[in-house]
DNA sequence: GTATCATTTTATAATCATTATAAATACCTA
DNA sequence: TAGGTATTTATAATGATTATAAAATGATAC
């Protein structure tokens, strides 16, 4: 547990972040809970422990993150903002019955395409909507 | 003229959409423009010919085309909807410097994963953001 | 052709995620 | 400890989207 906050603290400090309790509580929040929570989630789930943690600070320390990439934005709705502190490229599976997001490995090869060979690609997204396993069985 | 709007009539009833003037006008819209438009920017132009156009019009008909298979949205930013009338399964680009959205193909197969066998897949969405060509020589 | 009913559009208000602002707090250095 | 900077907080403002109810349009039966 020591241990785990002190590598939180390294990763925000090789980044230039100054570890404040509120940005390691919710990098610890994106790190340990793997589920690409919306704003409203980690906010929710952390005020419980920070009363007075504000809206703000979550909003302020996500973009923070996004700009030293250690977290990215997951776009799949457009009325919800998602936060993944998986950086590296892979897909999103999102069920359109029960919410959950799931990650699937994406061949970054096969994305290639000549059409965009002159531009300069700084973030890539690959995401799927559908019915996951679960829902599809209990609903048959 | 005629004729085109004539195969905008066609393709509503295909759907057994009621053929509206506003529903004919976004839907040519839509696919004379090929550019990705926002809401706002499909209202904005469209209210300039049609001066009793309500936004929630556009709204509602937008959503209507989404059900209908006859568009689709694209979710790049999250404080913005776009709309394509190209419902096949492509990549959009966008450029953050000038904002164009550009298309380019997707190998479907190629997205193909394992990890998503058991997954009843509804839609595929792959986009790429950073800078393109014209940006990127002006800016150098 | 007119009355009736259903559909579509419109205008407006409400909602809700996000951003902006300014004050309060915490942190750092001299 | 004092003074200055960075961070957090509370609150208000913004802006896209959705909800609601009235008005307009269109179709059908008589």
């Known amino acids: 547990m020591n241990q785990k906050i002190k590598d939180l603290v390294e990763i925000l400090k090789e980044k230039n972040i100054k570890p ?30 920070m009363p007075t943690l504000s809206r703000a ?3 302020n ?6 700009r030293s990439e250690l977290a990215r934005v ?3 709705e ?10 590296s490229v892979h897909g999103h599976f999102k069920c359109e019955n029960c919410g959950t997001i799931f990650d699937f ?8 395409s ?5 531009f300069m690609i700084t973030e890539k997204n690959v995401y799927f909507k559908g019915i996951c ?8």
Not at 26 to 45: M, Q
Not at 61 to 66: A, S, V
């Open 133 to 140: 396993p679960k829902c599809h069985n209990t609903n048959k």
């Open 20 to 49: 404040s309790y509120q940005r390691i509580k919710i990098l610890e929040y994106l790190v340990l809970k793997k589920n690409h929570p919306t704003v409203d989630e980690i906010f929710k789930d952390l005020v419980k422990e």
């Open 78 to 87: 457009d009325n919800e903002t998602r936060y993944d502190a998986e950086v």
């Open 74 to 76: 997951v776009t799949i």
């Open 105 to 112: 490995p994406v061949d970054e090869k096969a994305l290639y």
């Open 57 to 59: 600070t979550v909003y």
């Open 114 to 118: 000549d059409a965009l060979k002159d």
């Open 61 to 66: 320390t996500l973009d923070l993150f996004k």
